[in-house]
């Protein structure tokens, strides 16, 4: 985390690709679908699994998500959805409406930052309960419904493997999203679904847990049943449409959009390992893997909190930055002073 916050990365977002050699950044790719998602989720996870005991995680993911609100976020044409889109040619460059199922784990996320594993309910008791965190709200209810659209939008009610958004130009900055929800009216013609368009390289569904395990999250947080709702529709979407007859397992989908489907012949392991056990949680009891007690990690690991010490306390801190998060002039001559200054040492000593 230190290497790849000393690169001082605009806004907190970094580029999917780091040159293992250096640990320098190569490319400006930014977006939070493949490649990009755990960097983000980590950040948050890290600072709560440590009991917050170091609060620069803390500090870093919220740099992270205003940066994603400045730079990634936009709402769709017709319907308003709120989308997290790409910036495949960096920050500067035009904004590629393009979602991969992948980014669906934000809703959750950002709303476990925003109480912290609590309730809803519980966390705004607290006395650091601020607008900041019913922003943070807001934004994991409306992803949370985009996500839900991309299911609705196919005609298996599995969602593709990447979606893009018809978006205004120049898009939307963030900061004006639609009153109140969508209706997601199922007729074929209905103006929500003008918003969604699946290429046909896209169509494909590999039983990704993303959707699910953000349902879950936000059923647990915001006790809000229509969570639990979407879930079980979502999951009799699965059995219909991906079950293999005789016992014969799950099989992922070559096209989600046709009914039958044409399916694949392969059951990817996550399937078992995440998918299954976030719809299992999302009807489970709250005090099953409580959230203010244990950290799921990405792979759907619970883990539980505990208290650093001294024998895991890393201690590092960041450098200083400017208010676009780029790392100030001074400190980056002062660190290769630092580093000249060793390597005389050392020659020294030889």
């Not at 013609?189 to 169509?203: I, L, M, N, P, Q």
């Not at 947080?221 to 009799?236: A, L, Q, S």
């Amino acid at each position: 985390m230190k290497l790849v916050d000393n690169q001082g990365a605009q806004d907190g977002l970094v580029p999917i690709f780091i040159y293992a050699t250096s640990g320098e950044f190569r490319g400006e790719n930014i977006r939070l679908g493949s490649r990009g998602d755990s960097y983000y989720e980590y950040l948050i996870k890290q600072y709560l699994q440590t009991n917050k005991q170091e609060p620069i995680y803390q500090d870093m993911w919220y740099e992270a998500l205003q940066g994603v609100r400045k730079h990634l976020v936009t709402y769709t044409s017709n319907s308003k959805f709120t989308i997290i889109g790409e910036r495949p040619n960096g920050l500067e460059m035009p904004i590629s409406p393009k979602m991969d199922h992948l980014v669906c784990f934000m809703p959750g996320t950002i709303a476990l930052a925003a109480t912290e594993g609590l309730t809803e309910a519980q966390a705004r008791k607290s006395p650091t309960w601020s607008k900041k965190n019913e922003d943070d709200m807001q934004l994991a209810r409306e992803i949370m419904e985009t996500c839900w659209g991309m299911y609705k939008c196919m005609t298996t009610g599995l969602s593709a493997e990447i979606t893009y958004f018809e978006i205004d130009n120049p898009p939307a900055a963030y900061g004006n999203p639609r009153n109140g929800p969508v209706n997601f009216d199922p007729s074929p013609d209905a103006e929500w679904r003008k918003d969604f368009t699946v290429k046909s390289g896209d169509v494909h569904n590999l039983q990704r847990p993303e959707t699910v395990e953000s349902l879950f999250y936000m059923w647990r947080i915001t006790n809000d049943n229509r969570y639990r709702e979407w879930g079980w529709e979502m999951f009799k979407s699965f059995m219909n449409h991906t079950a293999v007859r005789n016992g014969g397992g799950f099989t992922s989908l070559r096209n989600a959009n046709v009914v039958p489907p044409k399916v694949r012949d392969n059951m990817e392991s996550f399937w078992l390992a995440e998918t299954l056990k976030y719809f299992y949680l999302l009807f489970s009891p709250p005090d099953l893997l409580p959230l203010d007690k244990v950290v799921i990690n990405t792979e759907g690991h619970p883990l539980p909190r505990f208290d650093m010490g001294q024998l895991f306390s890393t201690g590092w801190k960041r450098k200083p930055r400017d208010a676009n998060g780029k790392i100030i002039a001074t400190a980056v001559k002062a660190e290769s002073q630092e580093k000249e200054a060793v390597m005389q040492d050392a020659k020294k000593v030889n």
